[in-house]
């Protein structure tokens, strides 16, 4: 028999601390660039631990955080779960409705705030029913100004002042024990929530340290893009740190050029973001002179990777692009796209073919894609839905109903729909549910066509993402007007009809006006055949 060791995050900064004390991480916030050794973070990260205890935070409470990537929320990353708490990251670009939502479903007793994002806080605080304590991560002496009482509002660094360098991490702690949460947006509705355990966050992070997975490794210059209020920056705050890995950290509101720059700068060797960020990059590559040389990979995921993309990247830039499939529920990595050994004499062609396709399950997982007739045919042709089990992927949603219908029989119904070949490599070809994403963010096409309907001129209403160069997709709406109406309402009525209930990037980038919405027998519209119909609609933009 072997030990039976509990998988806990705090141990995987303990030895970063131990280890790699003199390794940096380098961290972008308002007023520049500032480094620290892995020694000050475990220091700083073992006060703000002692302080959250004084403030009262108890075993299994969530913790929120509004923030960007920078070395503040790295700490959060490891003194949150350290106490036993739950680091709960929230989704900045969510709508406030669905900010307060989340905040008040997680009971959030505590939250981190970056001072730019102070004005969110501001708007929402009122209808915050569990926060008592507000801590704002500035590099200021002011805090911002607020009608909170000021008992309750706090700033990190003074707190940490008064924090415990040597705060002794909980090692009592149930490896089973929810250590991080994230919410998702659903197709309609609220949010779900997904709870990351301290077994599930540790094992993940072994994934993405294996060779033929992510390869992160002590050698690594890493910069996550993926914000990391989005499956926990794909996990890689947690792995760089337990690994010794020197981080890059972008802080708030990057630019492409300001990543090129890092990546020059810091001579960053592994990244990672969403296609829209390397689309962005590409740009501000051709335009200026960066030497992007030292990256050995750039990581993307979120939404397909285009070909063009991959292929400019690997062919221009000699950088090698890893495709990469997750979801919130799944911590997020559940395939990396690598070519076989056998597959590297293949053609350019065939081995951008590859490439381009969502890849192969990593170790530790299993994957299957049914269809109406049990598991489908790996020919490369049968599509099915892709379903996934493992130690990483959530088996509930948090207090939600909605988890009867995802999770089966031990198995994570994804709601994506796949092909998988005989090597298998598995490629997405649709949803079966309809969000729409754009720049790596869920917009709901329901939510939009519900809005839409609320018209008094509107017949029917349905909304699809259509491909985009920039965004991946962007919401269109098709829209039928009532007889009396035709010819009457514009496009500029009926947006400004919905403005006042989306935040501005969910509004439809076009509305079409239609006789007629092609629908199923059952009367559901038919979105697959609009899609089809409008996907160059966004092309030329
Ligand atoms: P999220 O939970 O926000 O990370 O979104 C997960 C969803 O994003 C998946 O269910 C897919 O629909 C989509 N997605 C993630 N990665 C990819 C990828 N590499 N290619 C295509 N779609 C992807």
Redesign the pocket.
Known sequence: MMMNVPLLVAPLLERAEKYFAKKEVVSRTATGIQRFTYRQIGERTRRLASVLTQLGVQKGERVGTLAWNHHRHLEAYFAIPGIGAVLHTINIRLSPEHITYIINHAEDQVLLVDEDLWPLVEAIKDHLHTVKTFIVMTDYEELPETSLEHTRVHSYEKLLEKGDPTFAFDKDLDENAPAGMCY??ATTGNPKGVTYTQRSIVLHCMALGLVDTLALSESDIAMAVVPMF??NAWGLPFAATWFGTTQVMPGPRFTPQLLAELIQQEKVTTTAGVPTIWLGMLQVLEAGNYDISSLRNIV??????PRGVIQAYETKYGVPFL???????TS?VVTCARLKSYQQDLSPEEKLDISAK?GLVVPGLEIKVVGPNGEVTPDGQEMGELLIRGPWIADEYYKDERSSEAFIDGWLH???VATIDEEGTIK?VD?TKDLI?SG???ISSVDIENALMAHEAVFEATCIGVPHPEWAERPVACVVLKEAYRDKVTKDDLLSFIAPHFAKWWLPDDIIFMNEIPKTSVGKFLKRQLRDQLNQHLQQS
């Open positions: 998702t947006s989005h499956v993307c995921g979120g939404s397909a990777a495709h990469a499939y997750g979801m919130t529920e997020p969502q994804t709601g994506d997405l949803r994403k790596g963010e869920w």
